[in-house]
């Protein structure tokens, strides 16, 4: 009963950090640099909802526009503009072969024309039999299992464990496809057509670049790892919320609908895709989460000491036994594995493995 | 500024410079923050200056673009997670009181500048640790230190910045 009643009062602070109402007094303050606590907590939740708020927006844009009339202080920004111009000037060097670059444009340009003109006359001529707009495919990926996909554009990429990816049969300007699960994207360069994969919360966009998305149904973050090149990450709503670069990884909590992104090394992200379970300094919590999926069972950390331990390994078709006995080696855990019951339908319940600390060699690590 | 002229530029940066960095200061609270955003923002405008249009406003152009940066930079949730807040917290029982009264930005200054008359040592040891997350085993590899040596220092580093986050200073901090 007490367990039920703190959760309610944890949700119903969530709920109340969600819909903050927006206040420009508590803005005001906190630009100005003297807030209270209770002042951060809104202006933190205002500017980190996912989705903005409007009248932030305006509030914004007024404070700049009455913002040049204020009397400042001294600043010396001559350091600041010596950066600019020294950036400037890095930038402005291999400016001779932009020129060339640009004679090149040119010159392609009027080599196209005519290539354009007969593919427009295909498009014109076809144009009246519209494909019809409504023929989705679909590709289901069950529990433990991996499939490669191949998409109408020549996008190839992989579906993780018990996955979904839906897609047009024939796609229009804007390349969409819609994930729930794990998958990883090898697109396939257009700057016309920019590739969108839409999540629950979030929308990706790519012109050309190889990336991963994890979004399951049942958990509460929504995660974007680049490899390679940059993705743009909205929010459903098409509120921005920033560019990846190589290496980099959005986490979103759909939980307190907040954002981070992080430097990773996204290869540990990526090998799903050649069957290799690899954890760089992974925390135990992220390692119980992606065994899980990997091999179908429910992971339960009973202690919380254990969340202190970080792991570093790599494995290739181990069996979940193999594996758990490893990363025993490298940290003081013990495992065990619940019998499994079977339900009044004659099934049996999903795997169950508990971890625990093994006191008796916390010491030796 | 169209035709690429520098002049006007420089200019352009010091009649709106100042405006700016003290614009992205008030809601960034970050020195470092607020110049690398007035530099990233007029980089921006020099690369497109060719496409400027001269009808629109330059300071809405400006602001735009600023915007734009600013909040990409404050949505982030760990721009808001960084680990003063997580001292304070570990150092503070916040009364309601407190959280409607105190001035939490001078106490978040406080931090700083206890961090920064830290021994060199113990300074390094409480930045890695609890800016950069690294673990106890990891720091002491990193400083081949032994990791007994680098939990002292750590201890003794939280030990004065919780003497100097007693009830008398924070008692001094209401608004």
């Known amino acids: 009963m007490a367990l039920i009643h703190m959760y309610y009062i944890i949700l119903n602070r969530t709920e109340h950090l969600i819909r903050m109402k927006f206040s420009s007094e508590i803005i005001e303050r906190f630009f100005g640099g003297r807030y209270s606590r209770a002042d951060y907590m809104v202006a933190k939740s205002l500017f980190t909802d ?6 932030l927006v305006k509030h914004l844009e007024d404070h700049w526009s009455e913002f040049n009339t204020e009397p400042l202080p001294d600043v010396d920004t001559n350091p600041m503009l010596e950066r600019v111009h020294r950036q400037i000037l890095h930038e402005t060097i291999p400016g001779r072969s932009n020129n060339l670059l640009s004679l090149f444009q040119k010159a392609a340009a009027i080599l196209i024309i005519p290539l354009l003109l007969g593919f427009l006359s295909v498009f014109y001529f076809q144009s009246d039999k519209k494909p019809g707009e409504a023929a989705i495919a679909e590709i289901q990926c069950p529990l433990g299992v991996r499939t490669k996909f191949v998409l109408p554009d020549g996008t190839t990429g992989f579906l993780n464990s018990s996955s979904t990816l839906e897609y047009p049969v024939v796609f229009g300007n804007e390349r969409k496809v819609t994930l729930m699960g794990e998958a990883y994207f090898d697109v396939r360069h257009d700057e016309e057509r920019p590739f969108v ?10 012109m050309g670049t190889q990336f991963n998305v ?4 049942n958990e509460n973050t929504e995660e974007i790892i680049l490899r390679e090149g940059e993705v743009e990450v909205y929010s459903r709503k098409g509120q921005r919320l920033g560019t990846l670069e190589s290496d ?7 939980d307190n609908r907040r954002y981070g992104i992080s430097q990773v090394e996204s290869a540990q992200y990526i090998s799903w895709t050649e069957g290799k379970l690899v954890f760089r300094n992974e925390s135990m919590e992220d390692v119980a989460r992606r065994l899980g999926r990997w091999y179908n069972v429910d992971i339960d950390i009973q202690d919380p000491e254990l969340f202190d331990y970080s792991f570093r390994a790599t494995f290739m078709d181990e069996p979940l036994e193999e594996v758990l006995k490893l990363l025993s080696l490298t940290a003081p855990m013990s495992f065990k594995e619940q019998q499994r019951v079977s339900t009044n339908q004659n099934l049996f319940k999903k795997r169950k493995v508990i971890l625990r600390i093994d006191s008796e060699r916390v010491n030796a690590f | 500024m169209k035709k690429g002229d520098s002049k006007a530029f420089d200019i352009l940066f010091s009649s709106y410079g100042k405006r700016l960095y003290y614009f992205a200061y008030g809601y960034l609270k970050s020195t470092e923050e607020a110049e690398g955003l007035v530099q990233e923002v007029f980089l921006r405008i020099w690369r497109n200056r060719n496409t400027l249009k001269p009808a629109l406003s330059f300071r809405a152009y400006l602001f735009k673009i600023a915007y734009h940066h600013i909040l990409v930079i404050l949505r982030q949730n760990s721009f808001w997670c960084s680990y003063r807040h997580d001292i304070v917290e570990e150092n503070i029982h916040f009364t309601e009181d407190m959280n409607e009264r105190l001035n939490y930005q001078m106490l978040l200054d406080k931090v700083d500048a206890i961090i920064a008359q830290l021994p060199p040592r113990q300074k390094e040891i409480l930045i890695k640790r609890k800016k950069e997350g ?4 990891e720091i002491a590899c990193q400083l081949e230190l032994s990791p007994k040596t680098v939990e002292n220092h750590l201890t003794a580093a939280l030990k004065k910045v919780k003497d100097g986050l007693g009830e008398e200073f924070v008692s001094s901090m209401f608004i």
Do not use: G, M
Request: glycine share 0%.
């Open chain 2, 134 to 137: 690294i673990p106890v085993k």
């Open chain 1, 197 to 206: 994969v839409k999540t629950a919360h979030l929308n990706t966009k790519v």
């Open chain 1, 50 to 55: 996912i989705e903005l708020n409007d009248d």
């Open chain 1, 248 to 254: 980099q990884k959005l986490e979103f909590d759909r």
């Open chain 1, 214 to 217: 994890i979004a399951y149904e």
